[in-house]
């Protein structure tokens, strides 16, 4: 935690500034980054499986699938 800092009043207070820097990514704990990579993972195995499905049935259409794919 950084260091306060204090700012003394001309009347009768004190008022105690904590400056601090959150940067949610970085605060992350397991859960929330197990969670995190599961989604991406989750959308890549989706797109993949598209892919493949698209080309089956390209294959199965007689169209062959060019070299380039």
Same mark, same amino acid.
């Given at each position: 935690m950084p260091d306060p800092t204090t700012v003394e009043c001309s009347s009768a207070c004190t008022v105690t500034v904590v400056h601090e820097l959150s940067l949610p990514p970085l605060q992350l704990?397991?859960?929330?980054? &197990?969670?995190?990579?599961?989604? &991406?993972?989750?959308?890549?195995?989706?797109?993949?499986?598209?892919?493949?499905?698209i080309r089956h049935l390209k294959?199965?259409?007689?169209?062959?699938?060019s070299e380039s794919d």
């Open positions: 704990d397991a859960e929330g980054a &197990i969670q995190i990579s599961s989604a &991406i993972l989750l959308v890549w195995a989706a797109g993949w499986a598209c892919r493949t499905l294959t199965v259409d007689g169209n062959q699938p």
